[in-house]
């Protein structure tokens, strides 16, 4: 009994399939029987359902195959029941097929970014042409890779309009020096370094500022300077001050030893 009512079930919902779904069913099986391998016109194809409406399976694409009038009344060369083969083989196309659109995207992907990488190197390379009317080799592109995990596009251009306007020498056929260029060249990363630090601290600007004055004036202790001088700013040095001391001591220690005695007497008054 309860078999003929479970066959009923299902045929009455099998007759509910649309047109619509057929045709996606056996467009998707390209017209052919999933068990037997037959194909339309040899064979009349129906729509089978993986896991019966009997057992709870629907009418979506997933649970539905193609099959042919044979091997859908278990007639055919395998037997109806033997699906799970089929579906597993099924689920493995539908895999190869996802992998396969993902690659594809990957690839996509990387082209992509490699043309952004390129384009920005070429737009770096010439500005430094435009500057210097001699542009970098391989060995200099790949600097200015490594310059980019770094610093910014517009922190580098910014760089180089400093560094090219600052250290070129021109020959006298207007030519830039090989020696020169390749010192502009090579400051660029440290200009570009220096430059986000006096962002961050835009009183870095003043203090590096005193730190020339000295270094063109007497010995100056490269590994204490800037601790010192940011010590000062600390205790809110008055920098024309500093910078006028920069200007007028006669040595390193005499220039150090002042602004010393200026942070102890202000460490002092906040302790107090
Ligand atoms: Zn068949």
Same mark, same amino acid.
């Given at each position: ?27 998707? #099986? +390209?017209?052919?029987? %999933? !068990? ?14 993986? *896991? /019966? ?107 180089? #309009? +400093?560094?090219?306007? %600052? !250290? ?14 390749? *010192? /502009? ?88």
């Amino acid at each position: 009994m309860s078999k003929v009512n479970s066959k009923k079930t299902n045929t009455k919902k099998r007759k509910n399939l649309t047109k619509k779904t057929r045709f996606e069913v056996f467009k998707r #099986d +390209s017209f052919t029987c %999933q !068990y037997c391998g037959n194909a339309a016109p040899n064979v009349v194809l129906e729509v089978d359902h993986i *896991k /019966a409406v009997a057992n709870g399976g629907d009418n979506g694409l997933i649970n539905l195959i193609t099959s042919c009038f044979s091997c859908n009344r278990g007639k055919g060369a395998r037997k109806l029941d033997d699906n799970t083969v089929v579906e597993k083989q099924r689920q493995q196309l539908e895999e190869l097929n996802e992998r396969r659109i993902q690659l594809e995207m990957i690839m996509d992907w990387r082209r992509d970014v490699e043309d952004i990488d390129k384009i920005t190197v070429d737009m770096i390379c010439e500005a430094i042409s435009t500057k210097s009317q001699l542009s970098p080799n391989d060995s200099g592109k790949r600097d200015i890779r490594k310059w980019l995990k770094r610093y910014s596009f517009d922190e580098i251009l910014d760089a180089i #309009d +400093s560094s090219f306007s %600052q !250290y070129l020498d021109w020959d006298n056929d207007e030519e830039a020096t090989s020696e020169s260029w390749n *010192k /502009a060249f090579d400051y660029v990363p440290r200009i570009s370094s220096v430059k986000r630090r006096t962002k961050e601290k835009p009183y870095l600007r003043e203090l590096y500022y005193i730190r020339g004055i000295l270094r063109n004036r007497v010995y100056v202790n490269e590994s204490y300077i800037m601790d010192l001088l940011e010590d000062a700013v600390s205790y809110d040095a008055d920098l024309e001050g500093v910078k006028y001391l920069a200007k007028t001591c006669n040595n390193w220690t005499q220039f150090k030893e002042k602004v010393e005695d200026y942070i102890c007497v202000m460490k002092e008054r906040s302790e107090q």
